[in-house]
């Protein structure tokens, strides 16, 4: 009985997908183009999407940040102190 080697849990092309928007973001760029399942243009089309998304949430992170900086110093101003 011939028995087929099972994949690698990092040559499935959905495990990278998902590792790679939703747990390490671009730290998964590398199982990206390690993994045989991608063409070359499909590599650099997710390697652009993941650092567009990337800035993204940087941009999204700051803002809130910000805006929590805001509000607290707002409520400051606001509540009495004790």
Do not use: C, H
């Not at 790679?20 to 390697?47: H, Q």
């Amino acid at each position: 009985m011939d028995s087929v080697p099972r994949p690698k849990w990092y040559d499935n092309v959905w495990v990278v997908l998902v590792l790679l928007f939703f747990v390490v973001g671009p730290f998964g760029l590398p199982l990206v183009w390690k993994n045989p399942g991608f063409s070359r243009w499909v590599k650099w089309l997710l390697t652009i999407v993941m650092v567009v998304y990337t800035v993204w949430l940087l941009d999204v992170t700051i803002r809130m940040t910000r805006a929590i900086l805001n509000e607290s110093r707002t409520l400051q101003t606001i509540l009495p102190t004790w």
